[in-house]
């Protein structure tokens, strides 16, 4: 059984750009649904979103310059602020943030959740472990290969499916599972798990009894998260 970490991976859309206006002091992230400006972004947020333009990384190792590669005001530690300071410029982009699942191997990101309207907001969820849930009757799941993509008319996110777990756990949702009966019958439970909360997060997961809550996805033993109340 695989007792790996799943670990929570953070990109920004393909079609986003960053350009600095005002001598530097404004940073403005531009898309195909507009412009967002970030005025007097922390020293290390640039570089940070620099990053997430390239491709899903770990937030926690998004600035790789040592302790003191930065000046910051006497007796503050700039990278040590970094997760307050980034949680307070990604909330106004969240309609350009996408979430991906990783693992600590070269084989890329297991599962993203992209969003695709202004409106979307995202945060992954975890259904009760002895909770009957399905995928919802709007979703569609399309399958390519050992690769699939999840959509539903309703959701403001759609979910790619990069690797096999992501696309056998995704499968077992078709038909009414709990959570503890998936993760039972993984390789890798803990992996399962964040794959369905993610799945959730995006509402296109249905849990019974109706109208039974979801709680935000936030313990450490899970899934890592990085940021302090991201996003409300």
């Not at 001598?23 to 990053?51: I, K, N």
């Not at 919802?136 to 799941?141: A, G, H, P, V, W």
């Not at 995006?202 to 450490?220: Q, R, Y």
Request: charged share 20%; glycine share 8%; net charge positive.
């Amino acid at each position: 059984m695989d007792g790996r970490r799943p670990r929570s991976l953070w990109s920004l859309r393909d079609d986003a750009v960053l350009e600095d206006s005002e001598g530097g002091r404004v940073l403005v992230v531009r898309s195909a649904v507009g412009r967002v400006r970030l005025p007097s972004p922390h020293p290390l947020v640039r570089r940070a979103l620099d990053r997430m333009m390239l491709g899903p990384i770990s937030l926690e190792n998004a600035v790789d310059a040592g302790r003191g590669a930065f000046e910051g005001p006497p007796g503050t530690d700039l990278l040590s602020a970094l997760p307050v300071a980034l949680a307070a410029a990604l909330r106004p982009l969240q309609h350009l943030v996408v979430r991906s699942i990783g693992l600590d191997d070269v084989h890329g990101p297991v599962l993203s959740v992209v969003p695709v309207c202004r409106q979307a907001r995202f945060r992954p969820v975890l259904p009760p472990l002895q909770g009957a849930v399905k995928l919802s009757c709007r979703s569609t799941l399309t399958v390519r290969g050992g690769t699939g993509e999840l959509f539903s008319s309703a959701a403001c996110h759609r979910v790619l499916l990069h690797r096999r777990e992501a696309l056998l756990t995704t499968r077992m949702l078709q038909r009414d599972v709990t959570p503890a009966q998936v993760s039972a019958g993984a390789v890798a439970p803990l992996l399962a798990q964040a794959i369905i909360a993610h799945v959730a997060g995006t509402g296109m997961i249905n849990a019974s009894p109706e109208g039974l809550a979801l709680s935000p996805l936030c313990d450490p033993k899970t899934f890592d998260q990085f940021l302090p109340q991201w996003p409300d």
